[in-house]
Structure formats: C-alpha cells, structure tokens
C-alpha cells in the first residue's frame, strides 16, 4: 500500500512539473512575441523620424534658396 502510495504522489509531482513546464514555455512564447512587436514598433518609429528629418532638410533646403533668391534681387 506504501509503495502505490508513492507512485502515486510521484506521479502526481511529475504531472504538475510538465504542466508548470508547459506554463512556463507559453509565458516565454508569449515574452517572446511581445518583444518581437516592440521590435517592430521601434523600427516603425525609427523610419517615421528619418522621414520627418528628411522633411525638415528638404524645407529648410527651399525656405533657404528662397532666402537667396529674396536677397539677390533686392540688391
């Protein structure tokens, strides 16, 4: 009776261990995925403000050739 006893609370700690296991794999995968979207949200943004500073260059590139052509035919 003793040794059916402990397959038994072997067994149950063995069950318990796999399904933590299996927890802790679908944490990490869940881990895993949001990382990979920050990721991606990051490079998004990161694009976003080459755009912008690309924007900003080209704007001041113009207001600048405006300014010059001002000032050369005023004089």
């Known amino acids: 009776m003793r040794a059916k006893w402990q397959a038994h609370v072997a067994k149950v700690k063995a069950?318990?261990?796999?399904?933590?296991d299996h927890l802790d794999a679908r944490l990490a995968e869940t881990d895993a995925e949001m990382a990979e979207d920050y990721a991606?949200?990051?490079?998004?943004?990161?694009?976003?403000a080459i755009y912008e500073a690309e924007s900003a260059?080209?704007?001041?590139m113009y207001s600048?050739?405006?300014?010059?052509?001002l000032g050369s035919s005023s004089g």
Not at 15 to 20: C, P, T, V
Not at 40 to 48: H, M, T
Not at 57 to 60: C, I, Q, R, Y
């Open 15 to 20: 069950n318990a261990k796999k399904r933590e």
């Open 64 to 69: 600048r050739s405006s300014a010059v052509a």
């Open 40 to 48: 991606l949200d990051a490079i998004d943004f990161a694009q976003a």
């Open 57 to 60: 260059v080209l704007s001041a």
